[in-house]
Every structure is written in structure tokens, then in C-alpha cells.
């Protein structure tokens, strides 16, 4: 029991994993960072940086209390959106653009939370579990 303890305690603690969701709205990008799928990433660093390679950085700002921050791209392409908190968090998201990005919304990148991910991995141990032993006590009989 102590061994499987050990193994589910990253799951109890909280999820300080740092996840960006990037909509397309229009014509601005929209991107919203938070810790562990629900706390938002207040006043985090964030850099733009254009499409093409070695490109210089678009634009630079911060996300707001909400963990929310915009811009708005000046041509189509694969932007690059990175998050920093400066406390070790960091994520980078790539934006493609259309080349007609005039109307519409469209959500991109949405990452599942460190939560979901544990349930998920819970869940598939359960799963393996039971059917091997399912197996098991067919043979048996």
C-alpha cells in the first residue's frame, strides 16, 4: 500500500504545471495561461515572435490578473507564443494564422491539466488490473 501511496502523492499535491490555451478571435490571437488547468497566471511574462526562422520578438507584455494576453499578428503564418512566470514555469504554444484571418473563433492548443492526467493514468492502471485478472480466473475455470 505505502508503494502505491507514494506513486499517487505527485497527484494530491497541487498542480502548479503551467498550460496555455490560444484562441483565434479575429483579428486578434487570444492566449490564456493557467497552473494546474484552473489557477490563472497573473502577470506573466510573454513573448511574441513571428513567423520564420530566427525571427525577432513580435511583441512583449504580460498576462493580466486573469492570466489573459493578446495581440494581434500582422501577416499569416506560425507564430510562436511563449509564457514565462519566472519561477520555473514556462510553456510555448505554436499559432497558425490563416492567411484569411478575418472572421470567426477557433480554440487551439488546449492541454489537459496535471489532474486529468493522473485520473487518466489512475484510471488505466484500474483498467489493465481488472482485465488481467479477469484473464487470470477465465483460464482457470
Sequence with gaps: MRPLFLL???ALLPAHDL???VTLAAPTVIVRSVYGGSEPVAFAKVQ??????????HQAG?????????????GPGTWRVVVDD???????NSVEVPANFSTGTVTVGTQPSRLERALLGIALMVGLTG???GFKARKRS
Excluded: N
Excluded at 62 to 74: A, I, N, Q
Excluded at 87 to 92: A, I, L, Q
Design 8 to 10: 499517487l502523492l505527485p
Design 19 to 21: 498550460a496555455s490555451t
Design 48 to 57: 511574441v515572435f513571428a513567423p520564420g526562422d530566427g525571427s525577432p520578438q
Design 62 to 74: 504580460s498576462t493580466d490578473r486573469r492570466g489573459m494576453f493578446s495581440f494581434v499578428p500582422d
Design 86 to 92: 519566472e519561477e520555473g514555469h514556462r510553456t510555448e
Design 131 to 133: 482485465f488481467l485478472y
